[in-house]
Antibody, heavy 125, light 112 residues
Framework: QQQLQESGPGLVKPSETLSLTCTVS??????????WAWIRQPPEKGLEWIGS???????YYNPSLQSRLTISVDTSENQFSLKLSSVTAADTAVYYC?????????????????WGQGTLVTVSS | DIVMTQTPLSLSVTPGQPASISCKSS???????????LSWYLQKPGQSPQLLIF???NRFSGVPERFSGSGSGTDFTLKISRVEADDVGIYSC?????????FGPGTKVDIK
């Protein structure tokens, strides 16, 4: 059973860069069956897909965040990471990493499972 | 972006009674290969979301049979045949037909 665990600072100052890492255990991040994704949930709000990455480095970003976003993968460490620059209070959220099942017939991601436990990141001075 | 809406936004259910949540998308979620990319997630209190249903009606591994999904095109429904206390939480639909993937606002289900 694959498991995902987010790690990183819980407090980031406005205008700085938010950095999180997701460590995958119980299986290789290089599996051709999956993408790897970041999703966030601001307090009392719905879920927002941030972006996804394949083990070869192919990335898909939410256009609303694209100018500030970098998602990368480190296959040697079985990890993938998120960097979001120039953060504001609007970036305060619980950040989840998740595995995205790849659908070979369509080339799209099909569903998110499993999810990490989530980590709260607060943007405040 | 494809906009996802859900009704109702909150639902209070008597244990043993059925429950139904509607999800609508601003565009058809039907892919040219015949698949429809609509999934449902449940976020129990204090937990991360968990997958219930994918491709409209496919129950994920381990999901109880009382959960079922239906619909096509732009209109979808999640039904719980007999609600149990463990079913409380926020139910969200999601489209992954096109980027950016988008979620519905969520429906909060609690027990009467």
């Amino acid at each position: 059973q694959q498991q995902l665990q987010e790690s990183g600072p819980g407090l980031v100052k406005p205008s700085e860069t938010l950095s999180l890492t997701c460590t995958v255990s119980g299986g290789s991040i290089s599996s051709p069956l999956y993408y790897w994704a970041w999703i966030r949930q601001p307090p009392e709000k719905g879920l927002e897909w941030i972006g996804s990455i394949y083990h070869r480095g192919n990335t898909y970003y939410n256009p609303s965040l694209q100018s500030r976003l970098t998602i990368s993968v480190d296959t040697s460490e079985n990890q993938f990471s998120l960097k979001l620059s120039s953060v504001t209070a609007a970036d305060t959220a619980v950040y989840y990493c998740a595995r995205l099942r790849y659908d070979f017939s369509t080339g799209l991601g099909n569903y998110f499972d499993p999810w990490g436990q989530g980590t709260l990141v607060t943007v405040s001075s | 972006d494809i906009v996802m809406t859900q009704t109702p936004l909150s639902l209070s259910v008597t244990p043993g009674q059925p429950a139904s949540i509607s999800c609508k998308s601003s565009e058809s979620l039907l892919h040219r290969d015949g698949k429809t990319f609509l999934s449902w997630y449940l976020q129990k209190p204090g937990q991360s979301p968990q997958l219930l249903i994918f491709e409209v009606s496919n129950r994920f591994s381990g999901v109880p049979e009382r959960f079922s999904g239906s619909g096509s095109g732009t209109d979808f429904t999640l039904k719980i045949s007999r609600v149990e206390a463990d079913d409380v939480g926020i139910y969200s639909c999601m489209q992954n037909l096109q980027y950016p993937f988008t979620f519905g606002p969520g429906t909060k289900v609690d027990i009467k």
